[in-house]
């Protein structure tokens, strides 16, 4: 069955810590890979997204994410997170020619000043 | 630069009672969707829609209606409210083009069933 898991349910890290965030999925064909961010008390926003092309993505704010296609890996970095990093973030998929995407469960980051 | 509407923000319901979430959008989006956050749930799809006069059933659609009579409106239905429906419910959309089905969401609508 299609899926999507987010290793880490929640993340602390002090500013300036460098940050990974794990996402897998379970398919064999193409996909469509997006990293969502959900800030305190605002709705989710794109973050950034890998669809064809460089499997290494630059997203907004100074966030990557590297698509390991042998991994089925899509795993969020940035070097030197901020306290306004604190959010929330989810990894989402859509497989092959499906209309909707997939969303892991989340993984909660609070950066501490 | 309105993007998704929905309405209302915020509701709190007695047990029984129905209600309807209104979603709208205006940027001609084929796509359609509405989920559910529950603490440390993520996102669940309730129901979604590929164009008008088309629906379909996402992970969790019981308790839940819908309906696609245009491209800009999604309601969302509740036609007994039960405590296991208080949630965040988020209406989303979406087209499919060649930068790759980016979904844009609405403001949330908090719900209270009591």
């Known amino acids: 069955a299609q899926s999507v898991s987010q290793h880490n349910h929640h993340v602390i890290l002090s500013e300036a810590a460098s940050l990974e965030l794990g996402c897998n999925y379970s398919?064999?064909?193409?996909?469509?890979l997006f990293w969502y961010v959900q800030y305190p008390g605002q709705h989710l926003q794109l973050l950034l997204k890998?669809?064809?092309?460089?499997?290494l993505v630059k997203g907004i704010k100074g966030f990557e994410a590297e698509f390991i296609k042998s991994k089925f890996s899509f795993n969020l970095r940035k070097p030197s997170v901020q306290w306004s990093d604190t959010a929330e973030y989810f990894c989402?998929?859509?497989?092959?020619?499906?209309?909707?995407?997939?969303f892991g469960d989340g993984t909660t980051l609070t950066v501490k000043p | 630069n309105a993007g998704v509407t929905q309405t209302p923000k915020f509701r709190i319901l007695k047990i029984g009672q129905s209600m309807t979430l209104q979603c709208t959008q205006d940027?001609?989006?084929?796509?359609m969707y509405w989920y559910r956050q529950d603490p440390g749930m993520g996102l669940k799809l309730i129901y979604y829609?590929?164009?008008?006069?088309?629906?379909d059933k996402g992970e969790v659609p019981n308790g839940y209606n819908v309906s696609r009579s245009t491209t800009e409106d999604f309601p969302l239905r509740l036609e007994l409210a039960a405590p296991s429906q208080t949630s965040v419910y988020f209406c989303?959309?979406?087209?499919?083009?060649?930068?790759?089905?980016?979904?844009?969401f609405g403001e949330g609508s908090w719900l209270t069933v009591v």
């Open positions: 989303a959309s979406s087209n499919r083009d060649s930068a790759g089905n980016t979904i844009y």
């Open positions: 398919y064999g064909g193409t996909v469509n």
């Open positions: 890998y669809f064809s092309g460089d499997p």
């Open positions: 989402a998929v859509k497989f092959g020619n499906a209309g909707k995407s997939t």
């Open positions: 940027m001609n989006h084929n796509y």
């Open positions: 829609s590929v164009g008008a006069g088309i629906t």
